[in-house]
């Protein structure tokens, strides 16, 4: 336990565990308490450590617990104060004070109201996940900004966003994911050349990307996913945006082809163009994508750079069916994800160069022909979703050989043939394979998994069972029979309430008879 040695035996406080003095002067200037089972109230004599300029007790047990006033006068000397996933409730007063460049993490609590009106001196700002709620007007055009770190993610955050960005030349990286937003990108957005990562994901925001953002030359990541963006995916991303690791703009309304300009990213890693209404066929340019080609050998993270050092940036992808967000381990994550479009032609043979791919989703498309020969040489895939095409032919023979496997799909399609032999593809379950013309492990007793055609009308597809017409027309016309004689009843008020207490027992009887007849 990180305190176990805060104790009269060790009277020497700078050689506690978490504890950072000033070497001349023995004066604390750290407190490194993160994870350290900390609870109950705020000791006010904080207040007393003058030298101090860190304070971290995030990921703490303070439940509940609302922040004092005289704990936000901290800010007026710290230059790092970090209390976040603490569940601290209450609202944030105006933090207007601090002298020193400050980076205020006050992430994952319970504080709600109106978002603060802070210091032209804060570096960098991360308020979410929490319930801030109203607009960000006049937070956001008061005055200019040095900031260059704002997250306000996970919040009730309404409105518009404003169109004054031009204040706030400084930014690197904006998070406004997971908001009630509206309207549209404003385009003084475009006025951020200095931005390296933007997250406008999961609001209620519409109309083009306007194009004065291609004037964001920096962008590192561009997520505008599950809004009701529209309009054919700019041609300037491809052109303008060369530094681009990270495009994610699923769920959106985009139209049109994908742009060959998109091939000429080299350092992209993650292509999310899922759920839109994209057509035509996949480019084969894609071989350019030489990111997804190189073996990734080094340790760098995906993060923008700030005067404070570098943050990690973040994303939610879908992989394996499920939705994940990625942040740490983003640098190891090759993705392909155009499902879910109205994509048509052959897979193309170039995309089985992108040897470092992780995931490969093109499902729910209209693509057609054979699955690419030469797929087993992509030896890293990990996830690999080709259902609800058209795709003919037999599964390849190399696809047996992607021995990091764990997810595959193939099911709705007119695959035919025998799976191939192997452990990998022996080991997904059968509706991997379902609605195929396919044979052999792991499908049962080496039935095919059936495409249902035309001549299986009148049958139960789901589990084979013939529909039984003829029993169907005897219980319908026990049921005209019934009605003929209870109508006239009901029309004339004579009926009585017998007529319905019968009708249970008068059918039951009905089905015994079909039953001894073996018509059930």
Known sequence: MLLANWTSANPDCCKWAGVSCDNSTSHVTELHLTSSKLGGELNPALLDLKSLSV????????????????????TSHLQYLNISWNHFRGNVPDLLTNHAALVLDLSSNNFTGSLP?????????????????????????????????????????????PDCWEKWGSLVAIELCHNNFSGKIPPSMGALTSLQSLHLSNNNLHGEVPESMSNCTELLTLDLSANRFSG????????????????????????????DQICGLPSLQILDLSHNNLSGEIPTCIKNL???????????????????????????????????????????????????????????????????????????????????????????????????N???????????????????????????????????????????????????????????????????????????NKVNWFVIC????????????????????????????????LRSSFLTFLNKCNLL
């Open 55 to 74: 304070l971290d007790l995030s990921n703490n047990t303070f439940d509940g617990t609302q922040i004092p006033g005289w704990f936000w006068n901290l």
């Open 117 to 161: 009106a802070v210091s032209l001196n804060m570096t960098a700002l991360d308020l979410s996940d929490n319930g801030f709620s109203g607009s960000m007007s006049w937070f956001l055009c008061r005055k200019p900004m040095k900031l260059e770190v704002l997250s306000l993610g996970g919040n009730l955050l309404s409105g518009e966003i």
């Open 232 to 259: 054919e995916i700019p041609l300037w991303i491809g052109e303008r945006l060369s530094n681009l690791i990270i495009i994610g703009l699923r769920w959106n309304m985009f139209h049109g082809e994908i742009p």
């Open 290 to 388: 030489t990111a997804m080609i190189t073996r990734n050998k080094s340790n760098r993270t995906i993060s923008y750079k700030t005067s404070k050092g570098c943050f990690f940036d973040n994303i939610e992808l879908t992989m394996k069916g499920a939705v994940f967000d990625y942040s740490t381990t983003l640098k190891l994550i090759k993705l392909v994800d155009l499902s879910d479009n109205n994509l048509t032609g052959q897979i193309p043979e170039e995309i089985t160069t992108l040897i470092d791919l992780l995931s490969l989703n093109l499902s729910r498309n209209d693509l057609v022909g054979k699955i690419p020969g030469n797929i087993g040489a992509m030896n890293t895939l990990e996830c690999v979703d080709l259902s609800e």
């Open 390 to 464: 058209r795709l003919s032919g037999e599964i390849p023979e190399s696809m047996s050989r992607l021995t990091f496997l764990s997810y595959l799909n193939l099911s709705y399609n007119n695959l035919s043939g025998k799976i191939p032999l192997g452990t990998q593809l022996q080991s997904f379950s059968p509706s991997s394979f379902m609605r195929n013309k396919l044979y052999g492990p792991p499908l049962t007793n080496n039935s095919k998994a059936v495409v249902p055609t035309s001549n299986s009308v009148g049958e139960d597809v789901g589990n084979g």
């Open 474 to 505: 005897m219980e319908c016309g026990f049921w005209f029979g019934f009605l003929c004689v209870a109508c006239p009843l009901i029309l004339t008020q004579k009926c009585d309430s017998c007529i319905f207490s019968t009708l249970k027992s």
